[in-house]
C-alpha cells in the first residue's frame, strides 16, 4: 500500500462535538509518520461522501454528481451539500473519468479490481436504465460493478458499513451473521458475494451493542489501522473484542483505537470522515 496523505474536513475539528477525534485522528496520523490536511471549503465532516473516489494506486481517481436524496429531498438540508470542486480547490488530482452521475463515496468499496456498491445508485439515477448505468459505471471506474442490496437500516446506503477488502484479498462482511434478524439478508448477500470474493464474516465471541456494526468503519493505513471504538478508554466488552479480531484480521499492523461515539450516533465512524489522497505517478511533488 502506498502512503497516502489523509484529509478530514476542517468541520470535524471545529465542531464541538468531534473535536477530540479530529485531534485523535490528527496524532495517530502523526505517530505513524503519515501527512495530514483538513478539506476547507466543505460543509460537513463527512469527507468520504463528496470527494472523488480513488481508481487504483496510481493516484488517479473519478469524479461524480454529490447530490444524496437524503440532503437533496429536504430543503432544510442542502446547505449541508459539499460541491466536489470546492472541496478539491488546492489539491493536484488526476481526474481520469466523470462517471456522469448522483453518486456518494460512502458508497464504494474497491476490492480485487472489482467495486461493490448497493442498488441504492439505481433508485439515485432512475433516468437510466440499470443496464446502461451498469456499463457507464464500469467504463468510468474501469472495474466490473457489483451490486449488493441495500441495508435499509442506512438511510444513506453506503457499501462502506457493510463490507471492506482486507489487505491478503479477501472481503470482509459486517457482522451480519450475529444478527439472527437479519438472516435472509445476510444470505442474500453471502449468495452474491461469494461468487466474486473470499467472504470473511466479521464476528465477535461477546454480546453485542446496538451499535457494534461500527467496527467495520475502520481507516486502513499501510502500517495501521484507525478503529473505531464505543469507550471512551476502549474498554468495554465490544472495544476489547473488536480490537483482539482486528488483530487477527490485520496482522503486522497497530490497531489503533479511537473513541468515535459522536460519529457513531449519527451513522458513521473514521472512514466517513477520512479521505486518502494519493500523488499520480506523473508527478513526484504535492501542489498545496
Known amino acids: 500500500m502506498n502512503t497516502p496523505i489523509i484529509y478530514t474536513s476542517s468541520y470535524l475539528r471545529t465542531t464541538k462535538a468531534t473535536a477530540s477525534i ?71 488530482l488526476y481526474l481520469t473519468a466523470h462517471m456522469g452521475v448522483i453518486f456518494d463515496g460512502g458508497n464504494y468499496v ?41 441495508d435499509m437500516r442506512d438511510p444513506c446506503g453506503h457499501a462502506d458499513g457493510m463490507v471492506a477488502p482486507l489487505d491478503d484479498g479477501r472481503l470482509l462482511l459486517n457482522n451480519y451473521v450475529q444478527d439472527k434478524s437479519q438472516n435472509n439478508f445476510y444470505k442474500r448477500l453471502h449468495k452474491i458475494l461469494d461468487a466474486h470474493f473470499d467472504v470473511v464474516d466479521l464476528s465477535f465471541d461477546c454480546k453485542l451493542e446496538a451499535d457494534s456494526w461500527c467496527y ?25 473484542e473488536a480490537i483482539r479480531v482486528m488483530k487477527e484480521l490485520f496482522p503486522g499492523k497497530q490497531i489503533i483505537p479511537i473513541y468515535a461515539q459522536p460519529l457513531i450516533k449519527d451513522g458513521g465512524a473514521l472512514h466517513c470522515v477520512t479521505w486518502e489522497y494519493l500523488l499520480h505517478n506523473h508527478y513526484t511533488y504535492y501542489k498545496s
Open 22 to 92: 479530529a485531534h485523535d485522528i490528527a496524532k495517530a496520523l502523526e505517530r505513524l509518520g503519515i501527512e495530514h490536511r483538513e478539506l476547507q471549503n466543505t460543509n460537513d465532516y463527512w469527507c468520504r461522501d463528496y470527494m472523488p473516489v480513488r481508481l487504483f494506486d496510481d493516484g488517479s481517481y473519478s469524479k461524480y454528481i454529490y447530490r444524496p436524496d437524503y440532503l437533496w429531498d429536504d430543503e432544510a438540508k442542502r446547505q449541508y451539500i459539499t460541491k466536489q470542486s470546492d472541496a478539491c480547490k488546492g489539491i493536484d
Open 216 to 240: 467495520l468503519n475502520f481507516l486502513n493505513l499501510p502500517d495501521a489501522i484507525l478503529m473505531p471504538a464505543l469507550s471512551e478508554h476502549y474498554d468495554c466488552a465490544n472495544d476489547i
Open 110 to 150: 474497491r476490492c480485487n479490481g472489482k467495486v461493490i456498491m448497493t442498488d441504492k445508485v439505481f433508485m439515485e439515477n432512475p433516468q437510466w436504465p440499470v443496464e446502461e448505468l451498469t456499463r457507464r459505471l464500469h467504463d468510468a471506474l474501469c472495474a466490473e460493478i457489483i451490486i449488493i442490496p441495500w
